[in-house]
């Protein structure tokens, strides 16, 4: 018995020649190709996946870096709630869309003194509302503990009049 091929209709030209291809070698190319034109798709699809994906974190990297800036020329500036502050910038980034950092920071301390620090006050700290003044009574415990130190003679209470005294004065 003699296997006899079949010959396809498709013709592969070779220069001038035309020839004839089996039909299961024209199947094979076949599948061939419909599996490389389906692996394309799959990629293509993978491909634009990657670049939506890469630009999301560009536009992340790029919030986290202008974040990073705000927070920085704030710190600079004197922020006291340097939170609060960068909040409000980025509020105030997006409504007005673009706008330099210096700027937003310049104008932002200007609008909102009350998150700064003020560099003309002395940064002292205050009383609590638990602590006495003692301003008035400081001079009437000085006298007594000298009186006490003078009328005694005591080197003991000569101390205690002298380390008062460090105290208040």
């Known amino acids: 018995m003699q296997t006899q091929e079949i010959m ?3 013709k592969v030209t070779d220069g001038d020649e035309s020839r004839l291809v089996p039909v299961t070698e ?3 190319y076949r599948k061939r190709a419909q599996n490389a034109e389906k692996k394309v798709e799959e990629l293509t699809e993978l491909l634009s996946q990657s670049q939506k994906q ?5 536009g992340q990297l790029n919030d986290i870096r202008t974040e ?10 004197g922020a006291v709630d340097v939170e609060s502050a960068v909040l409000l910038a980025k509020a105030r980034m ?6 330099d950092v210096n700027d937003l ?16 006050e002395n940064v002292t700290s205050t009383r609590t509302s638990g602590a006495k003044d003692r301003t008035n009574d400081v001079y ?3 006298a007594s503990a000298a009186r006490k130190a003078a009328n005694s003679g005591s080197r003991r209470d000569l101390h205690e009049y002298l380390k008062a005294r460090r105290n208040y004065l």
């Open 105 to 120: 920071v310049e104008q932002l301390k200007q609008d909102k003194e009350y998150l700064f620090k003020n560099s003309r």
């Open 54 to 58: 890469a630009s999301n974190l560009n």
């Open 26 to 28: 024209s199947i094979r």
């Open 8 to 10: 396809s209709e498709d």
């Open 140 to 142: 009437a415990v000085l």
């Open 68 to 77: 990073q800036k705000l927070t920085q020329k704030l710190i600079a500036a």
């Open 94 to 99: 997006q409504e007005q869309g673009d706008t």
